[in-house]
Every structure is written in structure tokens, then in C-alpha cells.
């Protein structure tokens, strides 16, 4: 059973540093893209940032210069390091993966993580 898991989410005053881990595990073969998204309270979830298996990344306007998304291939897993944070980032931080399985190579299947808090307040 392919699963993300997340760690890394707290409490954080503002202009503080969180840095976010989301590691896959199970059958896998190869991994596409690897994101993060936000969503906050009454809030549709958005993209924060993606990287692809080439290392190409993408960032979300209110983010860029303060969050970097990196990606350890050897290790399955994707890093959101948040600097300079603002209680306008507080939401839950969801991690996606688009695996491709040992059994069935050529798909890739979307993969979520279970969520982490991150909340910044004073």
C-alpha cells in the first residue's frame, strides 16, 4: 500500500522557520511530480509549490523568496523549508506524489498526504 507521511507542522510566531518532510513508501517504481498544497479554514486548497523528478520547481506569488521545495529522489521524499513566515500562511499543509507502482509501471496514480498544521501566531 503506497502511503505519504508528513511531519514537520507546529507553532511558529511570525517571521519564524518551519520546514515541512513528506516521505512515500511502498511499492514504487518512480515518482513525477511532488507538491505541496495549503488549505486553510473555509478555503478551497490551493498549490504552494511543485517540483518535478528533474528538479524544475514552481512556486505559488505569495510564497516566492520566503518557501523552498526540494527532493531527496534516493530517499522518496519532498522538503518544504518556510522562511520568513506569516499568520496569512496558517492552514494545513497537504503533500501529493504521482506514483508510478511496481505492478503497473506506465500509470502514475495521485497521492495525498494526511495533512499537517502549521499555524503562526504570536
Known amino acids: 500500500q503506497e502511503q505519504l507521511v508528513e511531519s514537520g507542522g507546529g507553532l511558529v510566531q511570525p517571521g519564524g522557520s518551519l520546514r515541512l518532510s513528506c516521505a512515500a513508501s511502498g511499492s514504487i517504481f518512480s515518482i513525477n511530480d511532488m507538491g505541496w498544497y495549503r488549505q486553510a479554514p473555509g478555503q478551497q486548497r490551493e498549490l504552494v509549490a511543485v517540483?518535478?523528478?528533474?528538479?524544475?520547481?514552481n512556486y505559488e506569488d505569495s510564497v516566492k523568496g520566503r518557501f523552498t521545495i526540494s527532493r531527496d529522489n534516493a530517499k522518496s521524499t519532498v522538503y518544504l523549508q518556510m522562511n520568513s513566515l506569516k499568520p496569512e500562511d496558517t492552514a494545513a499543509y497537504y503533500c501529493?506524489?504521482?506514483?508510478?507502482?511496481?505492478?503497473?509501471?506506465?500509470?502514475?496514480?495521485?497521492?495525498w498526504g494526511q495533512g499537517t498544521q502549521v499555524t503562526v501566531s504570536s
Open positions: 501529493q506524489a504521482d506514483v508510478a507502482r511496481t505492478t503497473d509501471k506506465t500509470i502514475f496514480y495521485r497521492y
Open positions: 517540483i518535478t523528478s528533474g528538479g524544475r520547481t
